[in-house]
């Protein structure tokens, strides 16, 4: 089987070529989410007819196209609360994109579930049928996977919405309409709103990164350190509660902010030690193995499990 894989983040857009667990070819674009999907869907076709090329391999030959997207997606396959990310989308611009392009059928699932799924299938969760995932990003994804079976739920949104946790109560006020959310306390989206608010624009870039403040940090900022700080407890509360809530015997780190793990993996492992009540023994706590490319590996197995079992 081989898949085209898209993985709509909200940075970047990811395409690749997937066969047996494999990315053969992946190449990134910007993903300008600010801007509705149908735009982005020309440059987007253009890089995986690139790919394609470079792979020698004929995208009509390809099993289907697996959508790795920043959402709630509901069992029918419905796109809902899109959270302001590439406008409002539905499943059929997806669909209609795929079929008029290449003649292929599409199946679209959570960005984070299908991470989880590519650790599982070929990354750090291998041997796993109890994990979950948390990728920090632009966002918090989370997902679950338990006793084997990948946590969906009746509408969707079971195990992914751990980003929108309450870890403050009465806390800054979150796009999903809550307030003290995880991912508004401590993602990149979140980081200018926060530096601006401790007086700390000048750490602020026009895309500030979390690379940026854990680097002043570790050169002695004061403020910088506790930005650090802070959010280290907020990814470790969201650590903490996903443990207390799905019984996982491994918790899967991943995401753009990861490209500082040596600084958030130990503090995360060491704080849910700490914290979470696992009477029968230690939760592993790891970084992806498989970086972009998790999602990627992840909808070449949806596009084999849903499409399969429609054929
Ligand atoms: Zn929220």
């Given at each position: 089987?081989?898949?085209?894989?898209c993985?709509?983040g909200?940075?970047?857009?990811?395409?690749g070529?997937?066969?047996?667990?494999?990315v053969?070819?992946q190449?990134?674009?910007?993903a300008?989410?600010?801007r509705p999907?149908v735009?982005?869907?020309?440059e987007?076709?253009?890089?995986?007819?690139?790919l394609?090329e470079?792979?020698?391999i004929?995208?009509?030959?390809?099993n289907?196209?697996?959508?790795?997207?920043?959402?709630?997606?509901?069992?029918?396959g419905?796109?809902l609360?899109e959270?302001?990310?590439?406008?409002?989308?539905a499943?059929?611009?997806?669909?209609?994109?795929?079929?008029?392009s290449?003649s292929?059928?599409?199946?679209?699932?959570?960005?984070?579930?299908?991470?989880?799924?590519?650790e599982?299938?070929?990354?750090?969760?291998?041997?796993?049928?109890?994990?979950?995932?948390?990728?920090?990003?632009?966002?918090i994804?989370?997902?679950?996977?338990v006793?084997?079976?990948?946590?969906?739920?009746?509408?969707?949104?079971a195990a992914?919405?751990?980003?929108?946790?309450?870890?403050?109560?009465?806390g800054?006020?979150?796009?999903?309409?809550?307030?003290?959310?995880?991912?508004?306390e401590?993602?990149?989206?979140?980081l200018?709103r926060?530096?601006?608010?401790?007086?700390r624009?000048d750490?602020?870039?026009?895309?500030p990164?979390?690379?940026?403040v854990?680097?002043a940090?570790?050169?002695?900022?004061?403020?910088?350190?506790a930005?650090?700080?802070?959010?280290?407890?907020?990814?470790?509360?969201?650590?903490?509660?996903?443990v207390?809530a799905?019984?996982p015997?491994?918790?899967?780190?991943?995401?753009?902010?990861?490209r500082s793990?040596?600084?958030?993996?130990?503090?995360?492992?060491?704080?849910v030690?700490?914290?979470?009540?696992?009477?029968?023994?230690n939760?592993?706590?790891?970084?992806s193995?498989?970086?972009?490319?998790?999602?990627?590996?992840?909808a070449?197995?949806?596009?084999d499990?849903?499409?399969?079992?429609k054929a």
């Amino acid at each position: 089987m081989t898949v085209i894989a898209c993985d709509f983040g909200g940075t970047r857009i990811k395409v690749g070529l997937v066969r047996s667990g494999y990315v053969l070819r992946q190449l990134a674009i910007d993903a300008r989410s600010s801007r509705p999907l149908v735009e982005r869907l020309a440059e987007v076709a253009a890089a995986v007819q690139q790919l394609c090329e470079s792979a020698a391999i004929r995208p009509r030959d390809c099993n289907g196209v697996g959508i790795s997207f920043p959402s709630i997606i509901d069992p029918d396959g419905r796109v809902l609360g899109e959270f302001g990310k590439y406008g409002p989308v539905a499943a059929e611009d997806f669909t209609r994109w795929t079929e008029s392009s290449w003649s292929l059928p599409a199946v679209i699932e959570n960005d984070a579930r299908l991470a989880l799924i590519g650790e599982k299938v070929a990354g750090a969760a291998t041997g796993h049928d109890n994990a979950v995932m948390i990728t920090l990003g632009t966002g918090i994804g989370t997902a679950a996977l338990v006793q084997g079976e990948l946590l969906v739920g009746i509408h969707g949104q079971a195990a992914i919405l751990g980003g929108h946790q309450t870890v403050v109560v009465g806390g800054r006020q979150c796009v999903c309409g809550n307030r003290g959310c995880a991912e508004t306390e401590a993602s990149s989206s979140a980081l200018p709103r926060i530096l601006a608010a401790m007086g700390r624009s000048d750490l602020s870039t026009l895309a500030p990164q979390y690379e940026d403040v854990f680097k002043a940090a570790a050169s002695g900022d004061e403020c910088a350190a506790a930005v650090v700080a802070r959010s280290l407890a907020v990814w470790g509360t969201v650590a903490v509660n996903l443990v207390h809530a799905y019984d996982p015997s491994i918790v899967v780190l991943g995401g753009g902010v990861m490209r500082s793990r040596d600084i958030i993996l130990p503090a995360i492992a060491e704080y849910v030690t700490k914290h979470a009540h696992t009477p029968w023994g230690n939760v592993t706590v790891v970084a992806s193995q498989l970086g972009d490319a998790a999602a990627l590996v992840g909808a070449e197995w949806l596009v084999d499990q849903r499409l399969s079992l429609k054929a």
